[in-house]
């Protein structure tokens, strides 16, 4: 395996931090400044691919800054997995940027700069996850990514956004501060160093499995943003904030960042084969399935659109952890995989949710009804979204959903087969309906606004298709399509991650 030594997942990380600077810079010339966003996410994107051909030819990209005590150092290592999430990152800011600039003027947004500075130095904090060499690194990073969101999910600065916003810290850094600490120091103290290996850093450590297995819990509860119940209450909180931030929280790089970690834990801290003799594999496995189950049980009952999508994100995250834990070779593909099918149908969804509440101020699901014909290309992504989340051909969902249940069958879990069948079965029943009331059902009229009635009641004949708003969602659309006809990439990548 080549080693290449380039100063290029640095740069990837500074290009986001530096537009942040840029963005502040230009707070008072709207235009340069949504332009500058715009430009550093396409430069992120580049710098990122650049080095994707290295990888897929099975090479590895590393970066060294500094070291912090013995066995503890500040430096990057761009592997399949952490190629996996940057590149998801990377794009998917991109058409954010856009969707976020169409999203915020049409609402006439206060704190604009505030919030695409902290949306780029989110993007930092997740490519410098995506690339750390180590669990230091890692954690760094994860906690950098915990505090920058913040001021993004109070944004609104109203009662509700402060509640929600305090929630989401306190569970997120309360996690980490306790939990992680203690497994990141319990590592430490076996081990002697952070660094990932190929076949877990426990693999060649003589240690107590009942030890073991307190430092596998308390990643597990510590890795908070993977949203396993009952650590999820944050993410379904978090939903006040603006609908380009609940895209953030759930597409781009806050959850994927979560589960991101609980596979470098699985694949590179224990390794499989230490996680089959514990017997931890299918003990998550079991865990997993209860969430999946249970938060998509919330979902139907959900009228509110984005706590709707917000359930559905708890579920869909823990396949991601049930295909890395089932230890199978086509389980673990699956699980790689719908990290970014995932990614694409749900920035879909939720830029399709701001997209309806821009032109209409409608944020129930109950108030759909006949949408679709006003803004059809919104509804029509809508739909696609919803098939990638189902696992239909020929959406990206089709293809991780695919591996996973194979991945079943190879693991003989047939239960865990039973789980993913019945909660897709699960996903169309709180999907499908949306669609169907959007196009096919009567719309309902709503009292047009004026200064004497509430914001959220807007007249059906003002309901239009905003472009800026509507080009980026059917991109994302677009995207989970091609994942499911050429899904090359990212299967190189996932096969790539296997030991």
Known sequence: METITTIRPLLAVLVCALAALVILALDKRANLRDAASLAAATINFLIVASMAPTILSGGIIEYKLFSVLPGIELGFRVDPLGMVFASISSLLWIVAALYSIGYMRSLKEHSQTRFFACFAVSIAAAIGGAFAANLFTLIVFYEILSLITYPLVYHKETDESWEGGKKYLVYLMGASKTFLLAAVA????????????????????????????????????????????????WLPAAMVAPTPVSALLHAVAVVKMGVFCVLRVVFHVFGGELMGSLGLGIATAYVVSFTIIMASIYAMTCDDLKARLAYSTVSQLSYIILGAVLLAPSSMVGAVVHIASHAFAKITLFFCAGSIYCASRRMKVSELPGIGRRLPWTMAAFFIGSLSMIGIPPTGGFISKWYLIVGTVEAKQLA?????????????????????????????????????????????????EIPLVAVPLVITALLSLALGV?????????QKVLP
């Open 186 to 233: 319990l590592t430490y103290a076996i081990t002697g160093n952070l660094d990932f290996a190929n076949n877990g850093v426990f693999s060649e450590i003589n240690a107590s499995p009942l030890l073991l297995t307190i430092v596998y819990i308390c990643y597990l509860a510590g890795f908070s943003k993977a949203a396993i119940m009952p650590f999820h209450i």
């Open 416 to 464: 865990f087969l039973a789980v993913l069948l019945l909660s897709s079965v699960f996903n169309a029943v709180y999907f499908l309906p949306i669609t169907y009331k959007a196009f096919f059902e009567e719309e309902k009229n709503l009292p047009a606004l004026d200064s004497h009635e509430p914001f959220e009641q807007v007249c059906s004949q003002d309901i239009r």
């Open 486 to 494: 050429y899904p090359y990439y990212f299967l190189t990548l996932a």
